[in-house]
């Protein structure tokens, strides 16, 4: 069944900010967090009549995100390699948002230079309030693979901020947490 | 701080609900998608890709940007009607989509405004940027930069009794992925003299500070690349297309430095360094200077504060060095 242009809408106004916020997390560019906005609510408009609508919509979305993030990227990588420079656009979050302290500057600069699926677990999970059996279908990985890429996320975490500042992360209280 | 799962979903709330993506659901619907990065990217010359085919070919693993140079160097022949002021008015495909009073372009215009003065001489302002001096000359017909190695064409003409002026824009997406160039319209605001233009300066930094040593920033460093965000920065890929301006920097250890810029050693007493800065008293400017571990190794990341930040107030890049000595 085709989706209405009232259903369509509906979905684009609930779903596009967080959709070009996670993209925007991943690719650290407003040029490709645009064209995965885009690309992601074309998807959802023409495969809407796959959708099983006994479940959520939004893990189903994120997971047709995810998967254009990286389809978008690795074409990048590609375009990198042969040495043709991507669009400007680049988005440094750390730089653009005003927070009350080094500290915070730091937690969020640490984040950003973890690497791509620790991010994306990170982005799920705490941004986007994921539970990780959600994420692991989401992913396509089983969950245990999920548990231990947010633990090794957290992990790489701890590393880059000194010590003192992670007591609670350290102990792993948070990650437990979360399940 | 202490990091809980509550401060990583502050933190990432915080940076990113401030952003909204661009496009709309009626552009969308309505089929009006926007041709999306990765696809302009796609459109480069056919001569590029044979160009990289044959680099391929004959073995060459060389890191290459392509990337299309025009001849800059013409002779200055004056065009008294080009002087004075234009403004931009839109941005369109070919000169011939221009209609006054109907914007084709419906974002945000980039270039704001241009003057001609006498000699070859130019002003500019862009988005965000004041009115200032610009590396870019011209000559009858043509816009000159050598910086950008490009020689764009200028066509006038008398519109319904305006002066409009039909410049064409050669960015990055000419010079690097071969596209054909679009068109500025700018129309004739004034047709003054600005060489006694002079600039006011908008940002001053705070640049008292007594010297602190630290063992990690003394030294010498060198340049390897230069970024628009310390995020941007990747040590297996370069960033910076261009020659650098700043090549090195010297520390010492009472607070006195020296920078190798434009091929000339430059040091002065006013020019000192302290821990996480090197304050500029002559340009009143503090930049600041981070170190940090890259896949094991060190860089030092230094702000660049040129009279660009402190006359029109841009956002000052980073030179991303490495210690040599």
Request: charge should be positive; aromatic fraction near 12%; proline fraction near 3%.
């Amino acid at each position: 069944m085709e989706i209405s242009k009232e259903a369509a809408e509906k979905i684009f106004n609930e779903h596009s900010e967080y959709v070009y916020r996670v993209a925007l997390f991943l690719t650290k560019s407003k040029v490709l967090a645009d064209d995965i906005t885009q690309e992601t609510m074309i998807q959802v408009f023409r495969k809407y009549h796959l959708y099983d609508s006994s479940r959520p919509m939004t893990p189903w979305i994120y997971k047709i995100t995810l998967n254009i993030t990286r389809n978008i990227l690795r074409k990048y990588k590609w375009l990198k390699f042969i040495g043709i420079t991507p669009e400007s656009g680049s988005a440094d979050i750390t730089q653009q948002t005003v927070l009350k302290n080094e500290e915070e500057r730091e937690l969020l600069r640490a984040i950003n230079s973890l690497n791509y699926k620790s991010r994306e677990i990170i982005i799920l999970h705490y941004y986007n309030g994921m539970n990780l059996t959600q994420i692991s279908d989401i992913l396509g990985v089983p969950l245990g693979t999920c548990k231990s890429r947010l633990s090794n996320a957290l992990k790489a975490l701890r590393r880059r901020i000194s010590e003192k500042d992670f007591l609670i992360l350290g102990k792993g209280g948070d990650l437990h947490e979360t399940l | 701080m202490k990091p809980s799962k509550k401060d990583i979903r502050d933190i990432l709330e915080k940076s990113l609900n401030q952003h909204s993506p661009s496009i709309l659901f009626n552009s969308l619907w309505s089929g009006g998608r926007k041709k999306s990065a990765t696809k302009r990217l796609f459109s480069i010359p056919v001569t590029t890709l044979i160009f990289l085919f044959a680099l391929v070919a004959t073995g060459s693993s060389a890191y290459v940007i392509s990337r299309i140079i025009d001849k800059t160097d013409y002779p200055f022949i004056d065009d008294p009607i080009v002087i004075g002021k234009w403004e931009s008015v839109d941005f369109v495909k070919k000169p011939k989509d221009f209609i006054p009073g109907q914007r084709a372009w419906k974002r945000e215009l980039y270039l704001n405004s241009l003057v001609f003065i006498n000699e070859g001489k130019m002003l500019s302002a862009v988005k965000g940027v004041i009115l200032g001096p610009t590396s870019l000359s011209w000559t009858k017909g043509m816009i000159l930069s050598k910086n950008d190695k490009t020689a764009s064409s200028y066509e006038i003409e008398n519109i319904e009794g305006t002066d409009y002026m039909f410049y064409e824009w050669k960015s990055g997406d000419y010079s690097f992925r071969g596209m054909t160039p679009k068109y500025y319209v700018l129309k004739k605001v004034d047709s003054n003299d600005y060489s006694g233009f002079k600039l006011k300066r908008v940002i001053e930094d705070s640049v008292n500070y007594t010297f602190e040593n630290d063992e990690r920033m003394s030294g010498e460093w060198a340049s390897v690349d230069f970024v628009e965000n310390i995020e941007d920065f990747n040590p297996n890929r370069r960033y910076w297309p261009g020659d650098f301006y700043l090549t090195s920097m010297n520390f010492n250890e009472d607070g006195d430095m020296s920078m190798r810029m434009n091929g000339k050693e430059v040091s002065h007493t006013l020019i000192t360094w302290t821990r996480g800065l090197v304050v500029n008293r002559l340009n009143k400017t503090a930049s600041k200077c981070e170190i940090r571990e890259i896949d094991g190794e060190t860089f030092m990341f230094y702000q660049w504060k040129s009279g660009d930040y402190t006359y029109r107030g841009m956002k000052p890049f980073y030179y991303v060095l490495k210690k040599i000595n």
